[in-house]
């Protein structure tokens, strides 16, 4: 069965280390039930996240994330069908990285460089994330 893989950036408000673990517990909460895998690349200027799960689930977490006020400027960057067994994260109902694998500086974010980066590019980040562990 296809699933959809959908990769979203956002600028955080509010960002701090409570506010983080409250996404975390209630993305790996509803992501288990919902059967949607992924990761969050997060610092104070950047969320950057994949989702990849039945497509219907997926969009109805996307809305939830752009109906969020944690959640500013919310910037779809990839959409795309893939098969199940082309999950990047499938361990995991929400990997979480301190932006240790993110390459773009503050500078860079702040002038769109993930926007323009391509989707190639950025699913790359993801798949180094995956790639370690």
Request: glycine share 6%.
């Amino acid at each position: 069965m296809p699933l959809l893989q959908l990769i979203y950036a956002s600028r955080p408000f509010g960002f701090d280390g409570a506010t983080l673990t409250a996404i975390l517990f209630d993305a790996r909460r509803c992501n288990t039930r919902d059967d949607i895998t992924g990761a969050l690349i997060c610092r104070d200027d950047l969320f950057l996240q994949l989702l990849e799960g039945p497509a219907a689930a997926v969009e109805a977490a996307y809305a939830r994330i752009r109906a969020d006020d944690r959640h500013i400027e919310v910037r779809e960057l990839l959409r795309r069908e893939i098969g199940d067994d082309a999950r990047l994260f499938g361990a995991w109902a929400m990997k979480d990285d301190p932006a240790t694998s993110l390459i773009w500086s503050r500078d860079e974010v702040a002038a769109g460089v993930p926007e323009r980066a391509g989707e190639a590019a950025v699913l790359a980040v993801f798949a180094r994330l995956a790639d370690a562990g």
